[in-house]
């Protein structure tokens, strides 16, 4: 009993760099609002049920070729979570661009979730994202998506390759599309807005355009996020579901 639990061992070590390396970068798991120890926990406990349905894999005999699968085993789990992450970085990004229009991202505070300064409507489309995220599964579905993984790429099997790398890529431009179909609308609005009050700056030379346009463009903004609010979410859960699917197909090999 004792030869089977030291089998266990290297593979239980192994479950842990992958799901390390998911909790790293994947959305709600990597927050820094989360405590280390709690997402420690976590690891450990989903290393424990995921690593005895895991088929064992002999070890490497040299220490270089262990290293380089530990290695890819960190790699394939930062892939897994940074994929799911654009999505939310691309909503984040349309905050930030929609509140600099507006002109509330001058309100700029700190945000840990990113490291960085972050803007009350960055914050606003992150959270928008990540309710829908969790309404519709998604938590559920990347964990199991990750069991999923164990199954059709076994351990010590991973590295960064060229196939792995352009999924990657490609969804870094799907989350800049993303972007602009979520910024666009303030953008074309606030576009109309400076328009209208340069002419009205031309016709009425004694009216204070700019005062009075940081408050048209505020209300004005304000009134737009509102208003397509709902679909925006619309958009967010089509955004947020696709990647999950794509995901899960670079999980089963596809």
Request: hydrophobic share 55%.
């Amino acid at each position: 009993m004792i030869d089977d639990v030291l089998q266990r061992v290297p593979v239980f070590v192994l479950v842990v760099f992958r799901l390390a390396g998911m909790m790293l970068m994947s959305p709600l798991f990597s927050s820094p609002r989360t405590p280390r120890r709690v997402k420690a926990m976590l690891v450990i406990v989903l290393a424990f049920g995921i690593s005895g349905g895991v088929k064992a894999v002999p070890l490497p005999e040299s220490m270089w070729e262990l290293t380089l699968g530990i290695g890819g085993e960190m790699v394939f789990g930062l892939a897994m979570g940074m994929a799911i992450s654009f999505t939310f970085i691309a909503a984040q990004w349309a905050g930030e661009i929609i509140g600099m229009e507006m002109g509330l991202n001058l309100s700029s505070v700190f945000d840990p979730s990113m490291g960085a300064g972050g803007s009350l409507m960055g914050d606003l489309y992150y959270f928008v994202a990540l309710a829908v995220f969790l309404l519709f599964g998604g938590h559920h579905a990347l964990l199991n998506g990750v069991k999923a993984s164990f199954d059709h790429l076994p351990l010590l099997s991973l590295s960064m390759n060229p196939v792995l790398l352009d999924t990657l890529v490609g969804m870094f431009e799907t989350s800049m599309i993303l972007t602009l179909k979520l910024a666009a609308p303030m953008l074309i609005t606030v576009l109309v807005v400076d328009l209208a009050l340069g002419l009205i700056g031309r016709t009425m030379p004694q009216f204070n355009v700019m005062q009075a346009g940081l408050s048209i463009r505020s209300i004005v903004g304000l009134v737009l996020v509102i208003l397509g609010l709902g679909l925006t979410s619309g958009v967010l859960e089509d955004a947020v579901i696709g990647s999950v699917q794509q995901v899960q197909r670079m999980w089963s090999g596809a």
